[in-house]
């Protein structure tokens, strides 16, 4: 198994590197597969392994951060065409011809559904883009639900806790992929949230909030990609078999 970057940007800016074996290790370190000559990028910054059909990437604490399509992760499963920032320096991964592929594939896919008019299929595509487009972030917000004074969010290595009462734990033993892809579905929905939230409005006093229907669109859009989620969990056959 090998894999392609090409460095868009950053002082290694127009190298590609080729043909890389599976699994390597990302950073500025000689001892790296694609050593980079970027000095933001940490000695061992990032690595890419193979678990069953997938790339998974993973920040090994690097200093300043790995993101993918401008979000920062920890860990994320890659697909071609995909863009990594490590430090100063911007990689593409895959080949040409293999991002062609992907592009193609997802040309296919955006075809309506038999049964739902291509208006239809438009709408509800458009909804659920806005619904998930990442957006800005601002680092000091302080969100906490349903929490009491006397309460405060805390964590140990195996839930997480409002004050002492534990929250529904989070699954462990988990497989990089199957960790990678429930990071992925998590962050979605979590910048979808973020979006849909970006224009609210509050009183003066604090007593109340409003929020614009069109906003509120994408709050319910988001309610509905938890369902679906919540329902393929069970019944994983609906994904291909119901089309509602």
Avoid: C
């Amino acid at each position: 198994m090998a894999v392609t970057f090409q460095v868009l940007d950053g002082i290694d800016k127009g190298r590609v590197f080729r043909d890389l074996p599976v699994p390597l290790t990302i950073g500025r370190e000689e001892g790296n597969i694609l050593r980079l000559n970027d000095e933001r990028v940490s000695r061992y910054h990032a690595k890419v392994q193979v678990d069953g059909d997938d790339f998974i990437l993973t920040d090994l604490e690097s200093t300043n951060g790995t993101r993918v399509n401008g979000t920062v992760v920890q860990i994320r499963r890659l697909r071609f065409g995909d863009r990594v920032n490590v430090g100063r320096s911007l990689l593409l991964f895959g080949t040409n011809e293999q991002i062609a592929t992907r592009m193609a594939s997802a040309e296919g896919a955006s075809t309506a559904p038999s049964g739902v008019s291509s208006a239809e299929h438009a709408e509800h595509s458009s909804t659920l883009q806005q619904a998930t487009a990442p957006g800005p972030v601002d680092g000091n917000l302080d969100f906490i639900v349903n929490v009491q004074p006397d309460e405060v969010v805390s964590a140990t290595r195996e839930a997480l806790f409002i004050g002492n009462k534990p929250l529904p734990p989070l699954p462990q033993k988990l497989t990089p992929s199957q960790a990678a892809r429930l990071a992925e579905i998590l962050d979605f929905l979590h910048q979808g949230l973020i979006v849909a939230t970006d224009n609210i409005q509050a009183k003066d006093d604090g007593t109340q909030v409003t929020l614009g229907f069109a906003d509120w669109q994408k709050v319910l859009a988001i309610q509905l990609l938890l369902a679906r989620y919540l329902r393929a969990v069970s019944e994983p056959e609906i994904l291909g078999n119901d089309p509602a």
